[in-house]
């Protein structure tokens, strides 16, 4: 099993070698050690877009009940100084923003969440091989780097969006110094990840690990390190596949809004489905109560086809596994995914079941579908 990981490691690095890698995404300023052009360009990419310190929040986000909480190396390789000075870079490597960065950026858009850049105090060498070896060392030694910054009042949330890249194979140890410092017990945690070529590797089990008391969804958004610059749409939809966390006010101890929800009963059973924002289940959730037939479609879905057609000109597209309820806007049948599919860019997300789902895969003959009393 070692000699497996050392020669895995060893393929990664003489890949990322062999391309002359030496950061994250497209869209950032690429770094060519040999031409010093290409270094003041990404000195003043960053001058224009330095890192975000961790601000007090503004009136607009103080209420929100979501952290949404990353590592970038971006923003732990280079640092704004206490006065205000930008550091020069060490050695061009590092670009800003960092994938991760830019990926929570739109996950906090999305939700209306407040921003948390976890930042260690003793910043990683900018340089590609000289970070890589520290963060090495930092693996096997199982360290927990220090942080700078805490986040503000971590009991007012109740859901963490938590964003980090692969780092040897699984998180950078700075991560799990922040999961170690802020417990979030008993909150729904949604993992989002940018990577190289090794894909999530070993980070989920290690963030399992580390919060055996928090709801971590298997619901992970990840990409490849150089989709992460146009990845901006496919996050958004998967923000709004997980339900509607603008919805919900938990910081005044006011009661949550309402939230949209489905029962689907056939033959004795009843599965619940959550509807999302989006104008299709807009449209779905208006022929409300509806009894219909369904049929099975190939080995992982099974459809009907409401009477009119649905409203996709604001929803976002399917991409949520199994479990999933949507709508195949060219053939104009619903779907209930019992199974994985393809993404496909006329098959858009209704919503997704929360509980019941094992039964999907059963349902047959006539069914009903029903709104539910609004949810707290
Ligand atoms: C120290 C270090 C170690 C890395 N290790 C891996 C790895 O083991 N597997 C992988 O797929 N990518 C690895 N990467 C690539 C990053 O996961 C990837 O570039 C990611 O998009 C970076 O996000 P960021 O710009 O927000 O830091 C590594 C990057 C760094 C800096």
Redesign the pocket.
Known sequence: MKKNLSLLLAV?AAFLAACGQS???AGTVPLDLETGGTVSEAEEAFTKTPPKENLPLDEETAASHILVAYF???ENAIFLEEAGEVEALASPSVVVP????QLAGWVQEETGGDLFSIQVTDPYPSD?DA??ER?NEERGSGARPALRGDVENLDSYDTVFLGY?????GVPMALLSFLEQNDLSGKEVYLFC??????L?NSVEQIAEALPEAVISDNIFDCY?EE?ASSEAAIRSWVNSLGDFRQKEVDSGAPAAEQRQIAVQFGGNTIVYALNEGSAADSLYGMLPLTTQVEDYSTNEKIFYPKEGLDTSNSPLAQAGAGTLAYYEPWGDVAFFYGDYRENPGLFQLGQAVSGGELIAQMSGTITIEAMESQQ
Do not use: F, I, M, R
Not at 98 to 101: I, K, T
Not at 165 to 169: D, F, K, Q
């Open positions: 990664w950061d994250g995404g970038s190396w971006a960092g994938n991760v960065q590609w970070c890589l963060a890249p692969n780092w040897w194979y940018s990577h190289g070529t090794g894909g590797a390190e992460a």
